[in-house]
């Protein structure tokens, strides 16, 4: 029964990141791929920003490429775990800009266009950016090596 609950109380916060960065940065990676590249039934930068430019937000292909990058390469640095304070912060940031430009306004549920999802996204990446990257990364290897 003691090593029952020494289980239940172990911490092992080292390999916690692990399970949101994997996923988080494999969704990212996807929609940024759409901005970018036009993959996934994306619209590539030259649609993405015509659609931006529609909503107000200006100079549409450039915000598109800057959304498409925080997202795709940032998802890719959470997924690897390298440089993940700097990426988490790119990709909270990125997600916080998406969150007030586009979402905010048609309330919580993602059914509406909502903003729970870039709030996921967003509150994701702020953990990581307290956490670290965790056991499982690049960053971890790096740090023993320097």
């Known amino acids: 029964m003691k090593k029952f609950i020494k289980t239940l ?5 080292g390999f916690a990141p692990l399970m949101l960065r994997v996923p988080v ?3 990212l990676m996807a929609h940024g791929s759409q901005k970018l590249f036009g993959w996934f039934g994306g ?3 030259a649609g ?3 659609w931006m430019e529609s909503i107000g937000i200006a100079p549409g292909e ?4 800057l959304a ?3 997202e795709f390469f940032g998802g890719l640095f959470l997924l690897l775990g390298l440089l993940i304070r700097p990426a988490a ?16 306004h048609n309330g919580l549920f993602m059914a509406n266009n909502g903003y729970e999802y870039a709030l996921t996204l967003a509150v994701v990446a ?3 950016l307290i956490s670290g990257a965790g056991k499982v990364s690049l960053d971890n290897w790096l740090s023993r090596k320097l």
């Open 62 to 65: 450039l915000m598109a490429f």
């Open 43 to 45: 619209y590539g930068i």
């Open 68 to 70: 498409g990058s925080g």
């Open 25 to 27: 940065g494999l969704i």
């Open 9 to 13: 109380v172990t911490n092992n916060a």
């Open 126 to 128: 702020g953990s990581l």
């Open 48 to 50: 993405t920003g015509q």
């Open 89 to 104: 912060a790119v990709v909270a940031f990125t997600m916080l800009v998406a969150l007030f430009t586009v979402h905010i």
